[in-house]
């Protein structure tokens, strides 16, 4: 079974410093990340992805992969108060069309 | 307003009373999915479906059953609830890509 593995935390951060967020995943042939947030008692709701051919950014958000090392990352620069919540590593099974989720990491942001 | 609507929110019941948990959407959206989500073990797919009378399991399909007879609606049913199945449930829906799914608000089920 492909697996997607993230530490589960808490991982705290003071307000403005860069919050890093990682995951591995075990589908070497894994091509489409993606990386949700959920709020507590929320449904996750998605911010950001990313292909195998390159790195993204959006905003305050960027998203990193290690192909060699399968895993990915979340960057947080900033980081607010607002940000801190549960950040869910998903991968994509092509062969099924279905998310395949890590148990998420949660994130404080200390203000 | 496009939205993923489930009810209901929340739910307790007993072993083996059957019970259905609906699903809509608004947005016209073919690929549809019920998932479930544990303390440590994350999201779980139990069904998606693709369209229309097109369903298929996912992970963790043992104990339920989905029917997709409109394209808006699809319905999780548990025939035999047990203990096991407490959880809080979400339904996702997509135009086409799982990747980008919305997520209904979820569905807490304690079952006793």
């Known amino acids: 079974q492909k697996e997607v593995e993230q530490n589960s935390g808490p991982l705290s951060v003071p307000e403005g410093a860069i919050a890093s967020l990682n995951c591995t995943y075990s589908?070497?042939?894994?091509?489409?990340f993606f990386w949700y947030r959920q709020y507590s008692g929320k449904s996750p709701e998605l911010i950001m992805f990313?292909?195998?051919?390159g790195d993204k950014e959006d905003g305050r958000f960027t998203a990193q992969l290690n192909k060699a090392s399968q895993y990915v990352s979340l960057l947080i620069r900033d980081s607010q108060p607002s940000d801190s919540a549960t950040y869910l590593c998903?991968?994509?099974?092509?062969?099924?069309?279905?998310?395949?989720f890590g148990s998420g990491t949660r994130l404080q942001v200390q203000p | 307003e496009a939205q993923v609507t489930q009810n209901p929110r929340y739910l307790i019941t007993v072993t083996g009373k059957k019970l259905t948990v609906t699903c809509s959407q608004n947005?016209?959206?073919?690929?549809m999915s019920w998932y479930r989500q544990d303390p440590g073990l994350g999201l779980r797919q139990i069904y998606y479906?693709?369209?229309?009378?097109?369903?298929d399991k996912g992970d963790v399909p043992e104990g339920y059953k989905v029917s997709r007879k409109e394209k808006r609606n699809f319905p999780l049913i548990l025939e035999s609830p047990s203990p096991n199945q407490t959880s809080l449930y979400f339904c996702?829906?997509?135009?086409?890509?799982?990747?980008?799914?919305?997520f209904g608000p979820g569905t807490r089920l304690l079952v006793l």
């Open positions: 947005m016209n959206h073919e690929y």
């Open positions: 589908d070497r042939g894994s091509q489409s």
């Open positions: 479906s693709m369209n229309v009378e097109v369903t």
């Open positions: 996702a829906s997509s135009l086409g890509r799982p990747e980008t799914q919305y």
């Open positions: 990313i292909y195998s051919n």
């Open positions: 998903a991968v994509l099974d092509t062969g099924r069309r279905a998310l395949t």
